[in-house]
């Protein structure tokens, strides 16, 4: 098995008929572990959500070194406040990373627009033109195609985990895209899967790598370094967009793209606005 990526891209070109039973194969440990050196593996075939075990483990005890979780389903899969990740078996890379942190910064929720960024880079480096929607979401053709969920595990003796949860869409079966209710969008759309059961593996190691440099860069230098990255992938620049809050919209206007602390700046009737992440979700205003 190979840590390699191909990076065949075959947009618009409708993907071979590959079965869903090709991804049905437990996640190969070894694979991982060797394009991850530092770093310790675990692979499971099924768990409630790889973010809960891990934050579990680290709110026990901070680990001395970095984890990576990864399972093929995930029964109870989650987003941010509680919403649900929803994946048929095997159909998704599903997977979460531990990171020790040495220093108060990554408490900002800034980290996750870090973290967005690095996966982002990865999928157009390998072809697939993805954005990103702030905070927490990576777009593809302006429909959902990756979610990432950060959150901080604390020990009793206040050592503070990361823990960061990725899950990329692969392929769709019609009742798992019924149940989300909304556009989703599959990395099948761009890579052939026989492409991607093959190399799910890689795929995992490539991401969890660029966010295992990006985070302690973050924690570092801070976001400003990351405030063109971000920019650059930001999908909603110059859109009119408005952001709700408990289901209330709090504000609306033309999405500038965010500043040098990950905020997002809004041009609204009353002027510009820069708002941070909280509890926040940016709807594109209808037409
Ligand atoms: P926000 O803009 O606040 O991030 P969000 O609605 O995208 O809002 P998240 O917490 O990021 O919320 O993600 C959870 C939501 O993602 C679910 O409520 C559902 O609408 C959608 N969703 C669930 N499973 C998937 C999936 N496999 N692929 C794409 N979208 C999904």
Avoid at 33 to 38: K, R, S
Avoid at 149 to 157: G, K, M, N, S, Y
Avoid at 167 to 185: H, K, M, Q, S
């Amino acid at each position: 098995m190979s840590a390699s990526l191909p990076p065949t891209v075959l947009a618009g070109v409708p993907p071979p008929a590959v079965a869903p039973s090709a991804f049905a194969a437990p996640l190969h440990a070894p694979t991982l572990e060797a394009a991850l050196p530092g770093v310790l593996v675990e692979t499971v075939v099924s768990t409630g959500s790889t973010n809960v075990d891990l934050l579990a483990r680290t709110r026990a005890a901070a680990p001395a070194r970095p984890i990576l979780r990864a399972a093929l389903t995930q029964t109870a899969g989650r987003g941010r406040f509680g919403r649900k990740w929803l994946t048929a078996p095997g159909s998704a890379l599903l997977f979460s990373v531990a990171l020790p942190l040495a220093q108060a910064r990554a408490r900002s929720a800034a980290v996750t627009l870090v973290c967005g960024v690095a996966v982002a880079e990865v999928l157009r480096d390998a072809g697939v033109p993805v954005q990103l929607k702030w905070p927490n979401d990576v777009l593809l053709a302006g429909r959902k195609l990756a979610g990432i969920l950060t959150e901080l595990a604390v020990d009793p003796r206040g050592a503070r985990t990361l823990v960061v949860g990725v899950g990329v869409n692969l392929w769709f079966d019609e009742a798992t895209v019924a149940a989300i209710g909304r556009p989703v969008a599959t990395l099948d759309e761009c890579l052939a899967r026989e492409h991607l059961a093959q190399s799910r593996e890689a795929w995992i190691a490539r991401l969890a790598r660029a966010m295992l440099a990006a985070v302690p860069d973050f924690v570092a230098h801070g976001f400003a370094p990351f405030q063109p990255r971000f920019n650059r992938l930001f999908a909603y620049a110059g859109q009119q967009i408005e952001l709700v809050e408990h289901g209330m919209v709090v504000a609306q206007g033309e999405a500038q793209g965010v500043d040098a602390d990950g905020h997002l700046m809004l041009a609204t009737a009353a002027g510009a606005r820069a708002f941070g992440v909280g509890e926040l979700s940016l709807r594109p205003r209808a037409a």
